[in-house]
C-alpha cells in the first residue's frame, strides 16, 4: 500500500501497527540521539505512537509514514527538551583532567549521557547497510557532542546529516523556513566540529575480529585484576570516565592508577566480566564482589577501539557507567549468575564477611 493511497482508505489499528511497527528501533535510535537517554527516548517513543495512534485517521498520505512519524517524534522530542537540561559526560564539564590519585567527587543528581543496548535501535532483519549505519550515527562521542548544540540544531543535524532527508522536508517537519533550516544546520556542522568524535585513528567497527580480540583481552585483565595488561591494551593517550563521577583522566598509566588505588576490588576474580552491545561499540557489563562474597552489578563499560598507523588496534576512551539501573535495560541481572543461589540464601540484612575482604 503507498502513501498516495491513504487517502481513499479506512484504516484499522491492525493497519496503523503494521504499518508503523517496524519504525520503532530507528525511532528510538532517533530519540536517543535527540535526548541522550535510554530512559527519555524510551518515554517519546511512547508519545510518539500515541499521538500518531489518535491523529492517524486524519493522516493524509502527503508524506510517507516514515517522514510522518519522524516528524512527530521530532517535535515530541523538542517539547521535551524545553524541559531539561542537556545531558553531558564528565568530559563535557570543562574541567582539565584528573589526578588518579585524588578524592573522587559524586554528583548523582546530574542527569548524565547514558549508553543504549543495539537491539534496541536496531530492527531485526534490517539491512547491513542501514544497521551499520544506526550504530555509527548512536556512538557515544558523537551523541554526547550532540548535547552541546541547541535543540533545533540538534534535530536539523540529525534530519540533514544523519537521516538524509531534503532541506525542504527537514524545514516542512520542524515548521520553519528551509532558509532557517540551513542556517541552523551550518551553525549546527560547526558545533560539532568543536567537538570530535574521536581522537587519532579510524574506529574499529564492534564486530572486527581484532575488536573482539581486543574486548576479550580487556574483560580478561579486569577479571585477572592485571592493570599491566590493561596498560597494554591502552592508547598511551587514553581517556576514562566514569559518571557520576566528575573527574577524568587522560593516559594509560594514569588510568592504571586510577583503577589501581581507586577501586574496590583487591585480587583476581574480585570482579566478572560480560560482552555486551551498546551504540555500536565493544562494551561489556562488570560485576563487582561485595563482603558477601556476591558480585553484584558494578558498571557498564562502551569503548571506543581505533586503529593506528601500523594496522594495530587499541582502546582510545573508557564510559565507564556506574549506574545499575541500565543493567535491567540491556537485559543483564543484579547479581551475576552463578551467585544467584547464595545470594537468595542470605538472610535478610545479612551481608558474612568474604574471606578475601577481611581486615
Known sequence: MTATTFTDQHFTDQDFAALTDPLRGELTAHCYRMLGSLHDAEDQVQETYLRAWRAFSRFEGRSSVRTWMYQIATNTCLTALEQRSRRPMPT?????????????????????????????????????????TTKDSVRLALVAALQFLTPLQRAVLILRDVLAFSAAETAQMLEISVASANSALQRARAGLARHPRTGDGACVDALDERCRGLLEQYMAAFERYDTRALVVLLKDDATWEMPPFTGWYRGAEQIAALIGTQCPAERPDDMKMLAVEANGQPACAMWMIGPDGVHRAFQLHVLDVVEGGDGTVGVAHVSAFFDTALFDAFGLPQVW???????????????????????
Open 337 to 359: 549468575p552463578d551467585d544467584a543461589e547464595r545470594a537468595a540464601a542470605l538472610p535478610p540484612g545479612g551481608h558474612p564477611l568474604n574471606p578475601h575482604h577481611q581486615s
Open 92 to 132: 563535557g564539564l570543562g574541567a582539565p583532567a584528573s589526578d588518579p590519585l585524588g578524592p573522587l567527587e559524586s554528583r548523582p543528581e546530574v542527569p548524565w549521557l547514558e549508553p543504549v543496548p543495539d537491539a534496541l535501535v536496531s530492527a531485526p532483519g534490517a539491512d547491513p547497510a542501514a544497521v551499520a
